[in-house]
């Protein structure tokens, strides 16, 4: 599997209801950023992580990052239907002379029903 | 509160055409980003350039594209001779630094070649 690769691919809910998407990558990291995607639109970032950081929080969303597991986790609380998106993690690696290439997955689609 | 903005947003071109895909950067970043999307992908890096100079192009196809970034205007993608299998969307993002910064993006470029 890539580096950065989202699970589920695609995610349907209810409005109200939490989401979660998983990320796992395979290199060491320095940090690794979530983004979002409307269809047919450009990325909107949503947190950075570095590899130092356990959690971190912004409104209603909550990334964990388990350096060990080389995995991380996007929680979106009390979703809502414009939370329709596709979600990215990306991840820049901690070696080389690389450190400012993102590598994304292929996403995860969530879709929030009314 | 400009963030990175891309034209045109969509293109269209015959076989064998040029296409020309501008990118100016958030005010204050002198580190660009060029990537590329095909349909039901995650996004793949092409090219790093820095004012006046392409730092990396690994991700960037040998033959038919080039980037630049001058020292005044936009950061510049250009496809020579496209074909069918460069339709994709290409996004800009920028940074103010190449190390753990967050990278932002710009709304894309979404090229269809016919």
């Known amino acids: 599997s890539q580096q950065g690769e989202e699970d589920p691919q695609a995610l349907s809910i209810q409005e109200g209801e939490n989401a979660t998407m998983n990320c796992s990558y395979k290199?060491?990291?320095?940090?690794l950023q979530w983004y979002r995607q409307n269809s047919g639109r450009g990325l909107v970032h949503l947190i950075l992580i570095r590899s130092n950081e356990r959690e971190k929080h912004s409104g209603r969303l909550r990334v964990t990052l388990d350096t060990s597991k080389k995995s991380s986790s996007l929680l979106i609380t009390a979703s809502r239907a414009a939370d329709t998106a596709s979600y990215f993690c990306?991840?820049?690696?901690?070696?080389?002379?690389?450190?400012?290439?993102?590598?994304f997955g292929k996403g995860t689609l969530l879709t929030v029903n009314p | 509160n400009a963030g990175v903005m891309q034209n045109p947003r969509h293109l269209v071109r015959r076989r064998g055409q040029e296409a020309r895909l501008r990118c100016s950067p958030v005010?204050?970043?002198?580190?660009v980003y060029w990537y590329r999307q095909l349909p039901e992908e995650g996004l793949k890096f092409m090219v790093y350039?820095?004012?006046?100079?392409?730092?990396?192009e690994s991700g960037m196809p040998k033959e038919r594209f080039s980037a630049e970034f001058p020292k005044e205007g936009p950061s510049i993608l250009r496809i020579q001779q496209v074909v069918r299998g460069d339709s994709a969307a290409y996004f800009c993002?920028?940074?103010?630094?190449?190390?753990?910064?967050?990278?932002?993006f710009g709304e894309g470029s979404w090229l269809t070649v016919v």
């Open positions: 990306a991840t820049v690696p901690n070696s080389g002379g690389s450190n400012y290439k993102l590598t």
């Open positions: 290199t060491s990291i320095n940090n």
């Open positions: 993002a920028s940074s103010p630094g190449s190390y753990g910064n967050t990278i932002y």
């Open positions: 005010k204050g970043h002198s580190h």
């Open positions: 350039l820095q004012k006046e100079n392409i730092i990396d």
